[in-house]
């Protein structure tokens, strides 16, 4: 996908990768409409962006990605305001902490509730022109991660979400591409203190951290957003799963069946299932 002319959906995006996925998206020339729950920061952010690239290429939502009435009222008003609705990238994620229910909420949740609404916006059979859809996982999705067992379920469920909306049958009544991201940790405020506050708390940052040296060191945002630029770029990949590590740079989960990513099928396909 050629990004001028496009409108895109960035959840988390005020600050670290979806801050750095949504500047990307601007310098090739598509508008951006930033959803986050941290309004000062979304708002800093958004004047910032505004005055390298222009006032009508952005849009700042205040958004509880986890609150399904405002997620559908934030993708009305990206509509509303833009008049189209290209991309979404569901990209909002909280770390590992004692509250599992909100990682559960913020990780898949809210992550399947924003690919609904791209669908539901973007499908070719209700009116749309099809689009892509980009879920932010981890590698902790395609590996235990044994100091972060919700986290990994969750980032578990976002890739068995993409793949599964990744597939021809999807493709040929949608005409939207759906693929995930799974980079190792990357340089955000997501990360921990290498200090904690307590015993149990500093077990916790120890394992985290000593994980992190483990895969070569935390990947720098700049890192992550060439993955994004190639993912949006390659519209052959459908369903694919790019991973993201220190170690090997860009590359792809590899499946029985579907290789790098089940290739997309014609409109013609759905006569046929």
Same mark, same amino acid.
């Given at each position: 996908m050629k +990004?001028? *002319?496009?409108?895109?959906?960035?959840? *988390?995006?005020? =600050? @670290?990768? *979806?801050?750095?996925f949504t500047e990307a998206m601007l310098q090739q020339g598509a508008k951006v409409a930033l959803l986050d729950i941290k309004v000062l920061d979304g708002r800093k952010t958004t004047k910032e962006l505004a005055s390298q690239h222009g006032q009508d290429k952005v849009?700042?939502?205040?958004?509880?990605?986890?609150?399904?009435? =405002? &997620?559908?009222?934030a993708f009305q008003q990206v509509l509303r305001h833009f008049g189209q609705l290209d991309v979404v990238v569901n990209n909002a994620g909280v770390s590992e902490h004692g509250n599992w229910e909100m990682v559960l909420d913020v990780n898949l949740r809210s992550v399947i509730h924003g690919t +609904? +609404? @791209?669908l539901d916006h973007m499908s070719r059979e209700k009116g749309g022109a099809g689009g892509l859809i980009i879920n932010i996982a981890s590698m902790a999705g395609l590996l235990p991660m044994f100091h972060g067992p919700v986290y990994a379920a969750t980032k578990h469920g976002v890739v068995g979400l993409s793949r599964s909306y990744g597939t021809p049958f999807h493709f040929a009544l949608?005409?939207?591409?759906?693929?995930? &991201?799974?980079?190792t940790m990357a340089d955000t405020p997501i990360q921990p203190p290498r200090v904690a506050s307590t015993p149990e708390e500093q077990l916790k940052a120890d394992a985290h951290w000593a994980y992190v040296d483990n895969q070569g060191g935390l990947l720098q945002v700049s890192e992550v957003v060439d993955g994004f630029l190639q993912l949006v770029a390659d519209d052959s990949k459908n369903g694919a799963v790019m991973r993201i590590t220190k170690q090997k740079g860009v590359d792809y989960q590899p499946? !029985? !069946? *579907? @290789? =790098?990513?089940v290739p997309y099928a014609s409109r013609n396909t759905r006569s046929k299932l």
């Open positions: +990004l001028s *002319g496009k409108v895109a959906v960035v959840t *988390g995006a005020a =600050q @670290g990768l *979806g801050r750095g849009l700042f939502l205040p958004c509880d990605v986890t609150d399904k009435g =405002q &997620m559908e009222s +609904l +609404l @791209g949608t005409g939207v591409r759906v693929c995930a &991201m799974c980079p499946y !029985g !069946g *579907g @290789g =790098q990513g």
